[in-house]
């Protein structure tokens, strides 16, 4: 089992919708989580992190953890086509930083 | 303007050749971090430097070697021993090692070897 995984995509949304991004986890000594968002050619930013059990929003984006699960989701709303990109799911683990192999998110005009 | 510098932007070089990544930070950030992406591909971890004058290796150091003589610096060698060195190479900084911080990506090289 992978110790992060996320749907590889592409997962292609129309615009104004949500886009709702996925990442489940084997550590369950996983203590912090993160979103980054990274265009095509550019190094990775961060978009939300979450450390509690439930939902945290900024703005468009919702973090949503589940520890008994394993998973944690990021949740776009009224997608916007600048929000086209690939997003990587970051989590430190008991012993280490993990990283998703990122989703590639395509908002359709 | 606090922030984290690769350099150069894109490197070219000959197989058997070794390079040095440039790798500063202004942020006064304890931790560094070197990572590799390959096309399609998350990130793997190279190398980190949690104080000065101390490194880790992460999970793919074969090839590579590192440095932390500065706080504020960071260089990566890639080593003629690296058997597929053409990537996109990142570096990152945080407040501290234990993961519980973000971390901050600098620009990245992107280099190729023919």
């Known amino acids: 089992q992978k110790e992060v995984e996320q749907n590889s995509g592409p997962l292609s949304v129309p615009e104004g919708a949500i886009a709702s991004l996925n990442c489940t986890y084997s550590?369950?000594?996983?203590?912090?989580f993160f979103w980054y968002r990274q265009y095509s050619g550019k190094s990775p930013e961060l978009i939300m992190f979450?450390?509690?059990?439930g939902d945290k929003e900024d703005g468009r984006f919702t973090a949503q953890l589940n520890k008994a699960s394993q998973y944690v989701s990021l949740l776009i709303r009224d997608s916007q086509p600048s929000d086209s990109a690939t997003y990587l799911c970051?989590?430190?683990?008991?012993?280490?930083?993990?990283f998703g192999q990122g989703t590639r998110l395509t908002i359709n005009p | 303007d606090g922030g984290i510098t690769q350099s150069p932007k894109y490197l070219f070089r000959k197989e058997g050749q070794n390079v040095t990544l440039s790798c500063e930070q202004n942020?006064?950030?304890?931790?560094m971090y070197w990572y590799r992406q390959d096309p399609g591909q998350g990130l793997r971890l190279i190398y980190y430097s949690q104080i000065v004058n101390d490194f880790q290796k992460g999970d793919i150091a074969e090839g590579y070697s590192v440095s932390r003589e500065k706080k504020e610096s960071f260089p990566l060698t890639v080593t003629s021993a690296q058997k597929n060195p053409t990537a996109f190479y990142l570096c990152a900084s945080s407040i501290a090692g234990a993961g519980s911080y973000e971390q901050y990506f600098g620009p990245g090289t992107r280099l190729t070897v023919t």
């Open positions: 550590d369950r000594g996983s203590q912090s």
């Open positions: 942020l006064n950030h304890d931790a």
């Open positions: 979450i450390y509690s059990n």
């Open positions: 970051i989590i430190q683990g008991a012993q280490k930083l993990v």
